[in-house]
Nanobody, 122 residues
Framework: QVQLQESGPGLVKPSQTLSLTCTVSGGSITTTYYYWSWIRQPPGQGLEWMGAIGYSGSTYWSPSLKSRTSISRDTSKNQFTLQLSSVTPEDAAVYYC??????????????WGQGTQVTVSS
């Protein structure tokens, strides 16, 4: 059973870059047809998919966040990392990492981290 765990600072200052890491256990981030995603939920709002890195290393971003988002991976540590630049208070949210499975007739998030709260404040 794959498990995901987010880690990173809970408090970031405006204009700084937020960096979060997701550590995966119980499965490899290079396993085919899985895409490792970042999703966030601001207070009182719905879930927002931010971007993903695929099993081959290809990256995908939400158009609204593409200019500020970078996703990378370290296969030796089985981790993937989100960097969000120029943060503002509107970026405060619970950030989740999740595994997205895409196959024939299948598109689903089948594993989630517990989430990590990020506050943006000076």
């Amino acid at each position: 059973q794959v498990q995901l765990q987010e880690s990173g600072p809970g408090l970031v200052k405006p204009s700084q870059t937020l960096s979060l890491t997701c550590t995966v256990s119980g499965g490899s981030i290079t396993t085919t047809y899985y895409y490792w995603s970042w999703i966030r939920q601001p207070p009182g709002q719905g879930l927002e998919w931010m971007g993903a890195i695929g099993y081959s290393g290809s990256t995908y971003w939400s158009p609204s966040l593409k200019s500020r988002t970078s996703i990378s991976r370290d296969t030796s540590k089985n981790q993937f990392t989100l960097q969000l630049s120029s943060v503002t208070p509107e970026d405060a949210a619970v950030y989740y990492c999740a595994r997205l499975e895409i196959g024939v007739g299948i598109v689903r998030f089948d594993s989630w981290g517990q989430g990590t709260q990020v506050t943006v404040s000076s």
